[in-house]
């Protein structure tokens, strides 16, 4: 089965802490986005990566940064959480071709 | 630019039949639908080209309507299992990189 995991399924940080989002997939994909999802706005897209070391502005990067050193794992960062970063965050894959998504179960982070 | 979705809401009793609707306001490569149960990740259901073509997944299909910009979803006959929230995905220049509307939440009942 092909997998998405996101490390944390829950957290609860403070405002002005850093915060680590890790995602990491076994398909050997090219393609890794971070998404946002909040009610009544659906997924908008943060981050994205089509390769190692590579990133690219999504729709709304304000407040966050992306590193992707390795294929398998892309991480999103937080330098200094406030709280209407409150959110759900979903990671997803793709290899190209229809470019259909592979998302991670998320990481619900509430920020104090 | 997010595409819009309608409705935002809908109830059915089980074997009955609902459309949702995707309609952005710039020409579109693709359109990708996905369904989300509550508390899992959302699950890619099909994906659409411009052409106009239509798809099926067990009794779920979709069409696209190019010059419109607009694709539709059908639930047929529908059952317990398709309750979720669906979302359409469009790509406007076939870079993997998807807008996502606000979702449609879909009740169905015994």
């Known amino acids: 089965d092909v997998k998405v995991t996101q490390s944390s399924r829950y957290l609860v940080k403070r405002t002005g802490e850093k915060v680590f989002l890790e995602c990491v997939q076994d398909?050997?994909?090219?393609?890794m986005f971070w998404y946002r999802q909040d009610p009544g706005l659906g997924l908008r897209l943060i981050y994205f990566?089509?390769?190692?070391?590579?990133?690219e502005k999504g729709d709304i990067p304000e407040g966050y940064s992306v590193s992707r050193e390795k294929k398998e794992r892309f991480s999103l960062i937080l330098e200094s959480a406030s709280t209407n970063q409150t959110s759900m965050y979903l990671c997803?894959?793709?290899?190209?071709?229809?470019?259909?998504?592979?998302f991670g179960e998320g990481s619900r982070l509430t920020v104090l | 630019q997010q595409p819009v979705q309608s409705p935002q809401a809908v109830i059915l009793r089980e074997g009955e039949d609902a459309v949702i609707n995707c309609s952005s306001s710039?020409?579109?490569?693709?359109v990708h639908w996905y369904r989300q149960k509550h508390g899992e990740a959302p699950i890619f259901l099909m994906i659409?080209?411009?052409?106009?073509e239509q798809k099926g997944h067990d009794k779920i299909s979709a069409s696209f309507n190019e010059k419109k910009q607009q694709s539709s979803l059908y639930l047929t006959a529908s059952q317990l299992s398709y309750s979720g929230t669906y979302f359409c995905?469009?790509?406007?220049?076939?870079?993997?990189?998807?807008?996502f509307g606000a979702g449609t939440t879909v009740t169905v009942r015994a």
């Open positions: 990566s089509y390769d190692v070391k590579m990133k």
């Open positions: 398909m050997d994909h090219e393609n």
């Open positions: 659409l080209l411009k052409g106009g």
């Open positions: 995905g469009t790509d406007r220049s076939n870079d993997y990189k998807l807008s």
């Open positions: 997803a894959s793709s290899g190209g071709g229809t470019g259909e998504l592979f």
């Open positions: 710039k020409a579109l490569y693709s």
